[in-house]
């Protein structure tokens, strides 16, 4: 595995690729990533990671300066997952300018888009500009951020981008909590409550599946998240998947997503379910 930092050199070592499988990620890599890693190994010749906390998709009283860093342990971790190249660029590298941002038309006066001004115009915008330099024919995204994954799908095509964007499962802890790296910042009364967030989702499931109606699913799922201990809600929504717009009788697929603050750390989860299937 070679580890670069500029980004002359990566195009360098990636001309005349045209099987590649890319994995953007903020570093701190747990078995999550590590799921998006496998299946771009299996389906493309050559495997890059890039490894970037990226400023512009954290807000003033965000946590981009104690966002978890571990850059030894991240490469162990690519190395064994068969990553052929580590793109781990400096910010001046990745905004060298700053003149132009990507910005979210509709979709992000929803979820974490309403509670995180500005996110997800930086998430598109380092997005954007990671795949112009990666080229790559797949990018792999972890369901856990839905809304994510569907605005990098509606950028893709809004602006003709040609990769594939992979959606791949959420990959959980075995009490059922959603593998993430900010998952460190919970004390350990908060881990052992924290799982009662996905538990609350699989009873929205089975209400779901037996025709209840979306505001109750959303009223009844508040309720069961208010009563983990020591927490507050910042949201529950549900929304059309992917459009992310109001749920009709014409949504198929409803993302109900949930985002919870513990005294360190605010824990996103969610569950997609199709009417019908
Ligand atoms: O999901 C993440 O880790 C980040 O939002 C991403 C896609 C790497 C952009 O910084």
């Known amino acids: 595995m070679q580890i670069i930092e500029r980004i002359s050199d990566l195009q360098d070592a990636l001309r005349g690729e045209t099987s590649i499988g890319f994995v953007p990620t903020m570093g701190y890599l747990h078995e999550g990533h590590e799921s998006l890693l496998e299946r771009a190994r299996a389906e493309n010749d050559i495997v890059v990671l890039s490894i970037f906390v990226n400023p512009t998709q954290f807000g003033p009283n965000e946590d981009l300066d104690r966002y978890p860093r ?36 509709t979709g992000d006066d929803v979820l974490c888009g309403a509670s995180r001004p500005g996110h997800f115009d930086g998430v598109l915008t380092v997005v954007s500009k990671l795949f112009n330099i ?105 929304v059309d998947y992917p459009s992310l717009k109001a749920v009709s009788e014409d949504t198929k697929t409803i993302l109900l997503a949930v985002a919870v603050h513990f005294s360190g750390a605010r824990l996103i989860d969610n569950l997609l379910y199709t009417r019908g299937a």
């Open 70 to 105: 571990d850059a030894e342990r991240d490469q162990a971790i690519a190395r064994s997952a068969g990553v052929d190249y580590l793109f781990f660029p400096t910010t001046e590298t990745m905004y060298p300018y700053d003149m132009a941002r990507v910005s979210v038309r």
């Open 134 to 238: 990666v080229r790559p024919a797949r990018a792999y995204f972890g369901l856990k951020d839905a809304q994510q994954l569907a605005l990098i799908e509606g950028y893709v095509r809004d602006y003709f981008v040609p990769v594939e964007i992979v959606r791949c499962p959420i990959i959980r802890e075995e009490d059922g909590l959603a593998k993430s790296s900010r998952n460190v910042y919970l004390t350990e009364t908060e881990r052992r409550e924290a799982p009662l967030i996905q538990q609350a989702l699989l009873h929205a499931n089975g209400m779901f599946a037996s025709g209840k109606g979306v505001l109750e699913v959303v009223e009844e799922t508040r309720g069961r998240l208010a009563r983990i201990a020591g927490t507050t809600i910042d949201y529950v929504e549900a």
